[in-house]
């Protein structure tokens, strides 16, 4: 595997490849982000991976600084997996010479919903680097994970809209075997709040056995499950019932006609706000 820390090198190292496959990361890689590359080396020859983390998707009261930086534990991953032919890790001058006022705002009614109402700025962050990122790596694949649903969809518009040649693969969520979804932010979790978190999968699997035994009243739903995750001492932004589709609030007649459903959640157990999804039909 070879590391470059510049888009010169990057350049240089892909120069005539036609099918490049790229996923980009925050680095502190677990095995979600490891079986993203994995699939990305089924679509495409070679296997580019980033790691960068972006400060334009962090809001000032977040966790840019202590969001873990792990790069030479990543990079022995990485080389022992043998799936990743060039792996670009550049730092914030590289990826930003100068203040990055050219931005992509995600529209409304997708990137000001659920995760983008809670952190404002977060997928104007994610799009704009992403889109940098494409145009750094010039891939003709790359792959997201589904944990970051909302992001996955948003990515996959921007690219239709701007007619990005870029193919977009979704991977299922990779979780621990308690059901915990795999996210960098998990090491923030003590023993005890470690123990509690499966329990906002499994309140999104209530939801859909609930869903799937007849009961389509979307708002008892999620303040049922909104309940139970407060009463245990989470502290909930959301708990969303929506379509697959766009992330539109459903009818009722859309619940019962089994259109496919999403539903997506956010809360902190402790200082670590966790996020998760289950899809639904």
Known sequence: MKVVHTIEELRD??????RTAFVP???NLHEGH??????ARQQGDPVVASIFVNRLQFGPNEDFDKYPRTLQEDIAKLEERRDVYVLFAPNE??????????RVQPPTGLGDILEGEFRPGFFEGVSTVVLKLFSCVQPKVAVFGKKDYQQLMIVRSMCRQFQLPVQIYAHETVRETNGLALSSRNRYLNATEYAEAPMLYDTLHEVKNRLLAGEFNR??????????LNDRGWKVDY?????QSNLHIPTQEEIANKEPLVVLAAAKLGQTRL???LEIF
């Open 275 to 277: 996020i998760d999804n």
């Open 13 to 18: 190292q892909l120069r005539g490849q036609l």
């Open 219 to 228: 708002e008892e739903l999620e303040y049922q499950a909104t309940k139970t």
């Open 34 to 39: 490891l079986s993203l590359m994995r699939l």
């Open 93 to 102: 001058q590289e990826m930003y010479p100068e203040p990055q006022t050219y």
């Open 239 to 243: 708990v969303a019932l929506r379509k």
């Open 25 to 27: 990361t925050m680095g």
